[in-house]
Every structure is written in C-alpha cells, then in structure tokens.
C-alpha cells in the first residue's frame, strides 16, 4: 500500500508540474508576472512537502550485538537480508533518484507554440499591412508578375496562417495591369491562404505606384507594417507603431521602432 501511495504522489507531481509550467508561461505572455510569485511559492510548498514524506525522522535504535556468523548452507536465500538494507521509513536511492526526476521535469521548460511566438513578437498587435513581393511571394518586381504566375513561398505560408488567426491582416502590392493582380490572387487562392488562413480576397490590396501602397498603410493605422522597401519604411517610421523591414543587410536598423530581418519567417525564428 506504501509504494502505491508513493507512485500516486510522484504521478501528481507530474502533472500539477506540467500544469504549473503551463500557466506560467501564459502569464509571462501577457506581461504580468504578479500571479508568477504566488505559483513560485505554491512550486516550493509541494517540494517541501515531497521531501517530508521522502525522509521521515527515523528513531535511533541500539546496536545488536554482532553474532559469529554460522556457515551459510546453499538454501539460504539471499533476499532476506537485503530486506534489511533499509530501515522501515527510510527511501532507496531509486526512490530518491525517482524523486529528483519529478523535480527536475517540474521546472522544464515548456516549449511555445508557433502561435505563441508569433503573438510574443508581434507584442499582441491587432491590425497589421505586409506587402506581397520579396515577403510572401517568390518575385521581386512587379516586371516579374507580368511574366509568370505568382508564387506563394512555402517557408512563409505556416507563419502567414498563425497571423491570421490573430490579427487583421492586409495585403497589399503594386502591380503595372489587371493581370498581375489575378496571378496574385491565383497564387493566394492555390496557397490555401483564403481557406485555412482567416484572410478574405477583399483584405488583398492593389495600386499601381509606391505611393499608393504608403497611403493605404497610413490609411488602414495598424500595428505593424512589413515591407522590402527602405523607402517606404522609413517615410512610414514616424506614423506606424512597429515596422519590420524585411532586408539581406544584416542588423540594419533604420528607426527605433523599425526592426530588420531577412525574411517574415525568419523574424519568428522559424
């Protein structure tokens, strides 16, 4: 009844630990870490208590005297006396061992999910712009959407689906005629961008100049802006919240509250 006992505490253990490590880690999402101390104290109340019930104070008995050992017959089973290797109340060091595992995996870390990352980095941003070539799609030009069929980059689109799910997201390109915009929206649709993810075809913005693309970001004010081009960023640095300037140069930092990367999914570690 004793080791069923003890097997139920270390099973609780467990999963109080993978609760515990869960709800920190949603509260160090939201950025408030007040209820963090009173899980701490909560986490060392139950390893004070394990190590209660571990080592029982055990009271200190006289020392029989030793008898002369008779000669050992060959019917003698050894497991006697390993019974009394340990005092009654007194653990194994498997038990400890056991122990000391259900503590170490209390305080593992749980890793987050990539929806997580994305609403860490994008500081719970609701509303964000990105435009199209060079960040979600495989060309660079608009030349190039005349050419061909779009192409949606598949390294992007997990990220892209996870942004959806939490913010309003807009997409927005310059294109030189009515059929790069098809191509585009071809490439959207095919991607299962309008099906998995939560963006519509009325969220997917076209114009035919750079300055156009600037004044449908400031008009739709969102959180976050991604783009390729230094020029619109840095013309948008002082009325967007936060910019991410997507760039081969490495650690270019144009404004304070511009950060730089080398794709949209590299951004999110991805």
């Known amino acids: 009844m004793a080791d069923y006992s003890k097997e139920d505490l270390l099973q609780l253990f467990k999963r ?4 515990l490590s869960a709800k920190v880690f949603k509260i160090l999402n939201t950025q408030d870490i007040r209820p963090v101390w009173a899980i701490a104290g909560l986490a060392v109340a139950i390893i004070f208590t394990w190590r209660l019930f571990r080592t029982p104070v055990v009271p200190q008995r006289r020392q029989p005297k030793r008898q002369p050992h008779a000669p050992s017959s060959s019917g003698v089973n050894s497991s006697q006396s390993d019974s009394n290797l340990f005092p009654s109340g007194v653990t194994s060091p498997s038990e400890d061992s ?10 593992q870390p749980v890793k987050p999910t990539l929806g997580q990352i994305v609403r860490q980095r994008l500081s719970d941003g609701r509303k964000v712009t990105c435009r199209l070539l060079g960040v979600i ?14 192409t949606v980059r ?4 997990d990220v892209l689906l996870e942004i959806t799910k939490f913010c309003d997201l807009y997409l ?3 294109v030189l005629d009515d059929e790069s915009e098809k191509n585009v929206i071809m490439a959207l649709e095919n991607a299962g961008i309008f099906t998995s993810g939560g963006l519509v075809k009325d969220k997917v913005l076209f114009c035919s100049t750079e300055i156009g693309r600037t004044s449908f970001v400031r008009q739709l004010e969102p959180d976050w802006h991604v783009d390729s081009s230094r020029e619109i960023i840095t013309q948008l640095s002082r009325f967007i ?7 081969t140069t490495k650690n270019e930092r144009i404004a304070s509250n511009v950060f730089s990367s080398s794709s949209l999914e590299q951004f999110f570690n991805v």
Do not use: C, H, W
Request: charged fraction near 25%.
């Open 172 to 174: 927005m390109e310059t």
């Open 16 to 19: 109080i630990g993978a609760y």
């Open 241 to 247: 919240k936060y910019q991410l300037y997507i760039s």
């Open 137 to 150: 799609l495989e060309e660079n030009t608009p030349e190039e959407l005349q050419k061909k069929q779009a």
């Open 154 to 157: 598949s390294s992007v689109l």
């Open 98 to 107: 056991r122990a000391q595992t259900v503590i170490d995996e209390f305080f």
